[in-house]
């Protein structure tokens, strides 16, 4: 059945508040509403939520999405329920009476959103609910996931398979921004799609993304240049690769003038939540952060995204630039390069695939840390402080890195990053027990009342947030009285409390194994680590140009025929050498005569140069020191 066009615009402007739709988005919500299993990719910013949300509500029926990563799940469940949509979602850390009455909810109540994170698929609990839910529609998010000829391969992904023999007939819709043509057909392998199945690919191109990679001896003088040069008043994200890079760099800008904030996940969540928020109505107009910010926020007017260093591929690379112009008005990417950057990315890929002895002896450590005895611990979540974990069992942290990436990759192990999850409580027994409890326990009947006073009787239907903080101010008691006495309800049957947490978590995704019977398999774990480093090389590749950019990326994508973009700085200066007149100044011949003069850092060569000259000057720099005709001396002068 397909239903007419003013319908499901009627379902997009109702709860979205949009009059059309975006390119493809329409073809491909009807290829979903006709019951076809549908492959989509839309760059980053195309709308890919709306492609499975909109069929969803406008269908009786409940749609079932996985999803990978824990905070964009509860961005998503958040923003639903905002527009009075009822979603639930399940994933690592949630006790086992909130997933129990979560997946009870979506059989009897009208849930029309459960979001999954893939590990949870196969359990015996979700097995046994998913069956008695009225699942109309399978959405899976990140499907590049489902690729180990990807960026991101998740193990647990390929139990989808699996999921759909569970819902015969239903159609399964997958969605992803970055996908190379051996990724789509392996998602469409993977996921088993049907006769009669769709792909829809919008172009990677993005007319509006003016992509640059620059050449520079001081990545931060060239990011505030950078910064300065598209508008310190204009909204930006600088990615950095490392907590403290996040921090030193969003120092240097203030210092200079720039509204900046770091933010990675070693920060407080009020903290971490204030920054963002702050960054979205513009107090603070530049967030320098690790990768995963951003993801899910939908913020359109991002003028700017510099990296401070290459990701290690090109799907990440172009996924975390397009996050700049969502409103398809002009801005800019920005890779910024150091002289040594190549080697020591290709130094990192090498070293992101550890030894099996260091990979075993690391899995052994996480289990004694967790206590975790051999055919136990599957699923079960646990804290976990890296830096804490490599010092109480004496292994280097990049060793501790590694190992935890290779048995994730493997499906061994999960590693989540701190996510605020607000406290919860549920009322298990009934109003008359409850009573008896009240009067029996006088100096507890207060909290109690309370309780049912901010959150009503939906504390006895399920789990509801509470503020641990209001009660504590509204009965005068500390913060931490108030814990103490919701976890004695808690342990006396009254209630079921789960206290508010933000610290990073790990689990074991399958139960634990001895660590010397791990099977670990040598050839994938090499074959990985090669694709790896092709990646890598091709991110190199992207760096060193001598091409229009967006050509590069788009020939990455399968895109072979596209037309040069003319607004990257490979076009723009190809252009305006066709415009310029031959140069007057020996540019070379300039520097040699400055140097023999007077020897200079290159910080200090620089600042005899206008900011647009900086690239011409720093390869002219180079490769003088490569002929010889320059040295640098030991206090880092050039002469």
């Known amino acids: 059945m397909s239903l007419p066009t003013d319908d499901i615009l009627l379902v997009l402007k109702e709860n979205w508040g949009h009059s059309a739709f975006r390119p493809l988005q329409e073809d491909i919500i009807r290829s979903v509403l006709a019951g076809q299993d549908t492959l989509a990719l839309l760059p980053t910013g195309g709308g890919k939520s709306v492609c499975f949300q909109v069929p969803a509500l406008a269908r009786p029926g409940l749609c079932l999405v996985v999803s990978p990563l824990i905070a964009l799940m509860k961005d998503q469940v958040e923003n639903l329920r905002k527009r009075g949509i009822k979603a639930e979602a399940v994933f690592s850390g949630m006790s086992h009476q909130e997933i129990d009455q979560t997946l009870d909810n979506c059989v009897y109540g009208p849930v029309k959103f459960l979001y999954v994170s893939p590990e949870r698929l196969l359990t015996d609990m979700f097995r046994a609910r998913v069956g008695r839910m009225k699942v109309s529609l399978l959405a899976v998010d990140e499907a590049h996931c489902l690729s180990q000829w990807g960026y991101d391969f998740r193990p647990p992904y390929l139990q989808i398979a699996a999921l759909r023999e569970l819902l015969p007939g239903v159609p399964v819709i997958a969605l992803t921004a970055t996908a190379t043509e051996h990724v789509k057909l392996d998602i469409v392998e993977k996921l088993q799609f049907r006769p009669g199945s769709r792909v829809f690919q919008q172009s990677f191109a993005r007319p509006n993304l003016s992509y640059s990679a620059l050449a520079t001896e001081d990545k931060l003088r060239r990011l505030l240049e950078v910064v300065r040069g598209v508008g310190a008043d204009k909204t930006s994200i600088v990615y950095a690769r490392t907590r403290r890079q996040t921090e030193d760099t969003a120092a240097y800008l203030q210092q200079s003038g720039v509204k900046a904030a770091a933010y990675h996940a070693g920060l407080p969540a009020d903290q971490r939540a204030r920054t963002q928020q702050d960054w979205m109505e513009n107090r603070v107009r530049c967030i320098v952060a690790t990768n995963a910010f951003g993801m899910g926020i939908d913020k359109p007017d991002v003028r700017l995204v510099v990296h401070l260093e290459a990701p290690d591929s090109l799907e990440a690379y172009y996924q975390e630039a397009g996050r700049a112009g969502r409103d398809e008005k002009y801005a800019f990417a920005v890779l910024l390069q150091g002289p040594n950057d190549a080697d020591e990315l290709r130094r990192r890929t090498q070293q992101a695939y550890p030894p099996l002895d260091t990979v075993r002896r690391v899995y052994q450590a996480l289990a004694n840390f967790s206590r975790t005895a051999v055919g136990g611990g599957e699923l079960v979540a646990f804290d976990f402080d890296i830096q804490h974990f490599a010092e109480t069992y004496r292994i280097k942290a990049l060793d501790a890195h590694n190992s935890l990436r290779t048995l994730a990759r493997e499906g061994f192990v999960q590693l989540n990053e ?33 309780l049912l006073r901010f959150n009503g009787g939906e504390l006895f239907s399920g789990f509801q947030r509470i503020s641990e903080n209001s009660l504590a101010q509204h009965l005068k008691l ?50 990985a680590r090669d694709l790896a480093l092709e990646k890598t090389e091709s991110v190199v590749h992207y760096a060193d140009g001598g091409r229009c950019r967006q050509q590069l990326l788009l020939e990455y994508f399968g895109e072979l025929d596209a037309a040069p973009c003319k607004v990257c700085d490979f076009c723009l200066a190809e252009k305006k050498a066709r415009q310029a007149p031959a140069p007057t100044t020996d540019l070379r011949q300039q520097l040699l005569t ?27 720099l180079r490769e003088l020191v490569e002929m010889g005709q320059l040295q640098y001396a030991p206090d880092g002068r050039l002469g």
Do not use: W
């Not at 701190?418 to 409850?434: G, Q, W, Y």
């Not at 206290?499 to 774990?525: C, G, M, N, Y």
């Not at 023999?596 to 002219?620: D, S, Y």
């Open 478 to 527: 500390s913060v931490l009285d108030v814990r103490k006495t919701l976890l004695f309800l808690h342990r006396s049957g009254i209630i079921q409390y789960q206290p508010r947490h933000e610290s990073p978590q790990a689990l074991f995704t399958t139960p634990r194994f001895d660590a010397d019977k791990l099977p670990l398999d040598q050839k994938r774990l090499l074959r």
């Open 418 to 450: 701190a996510v605020n999850t607000p406290a919860k409580v549920h009322i298990p027994i009934d109003h008359h027990d409850l009573y008896r409890f009240q009067v029996a326990n006088a100096q507890h009947d207060q909290l109690i009342k309370s």
């Open 594 to 620: 400055m140097l023999k003069a007077q020897p200079q850092t290159p910080r200090e060569i620089l600042t005899h140069f206008a900011p647009g000259q900086a690239t011409a000057v720093t390869e002219q």
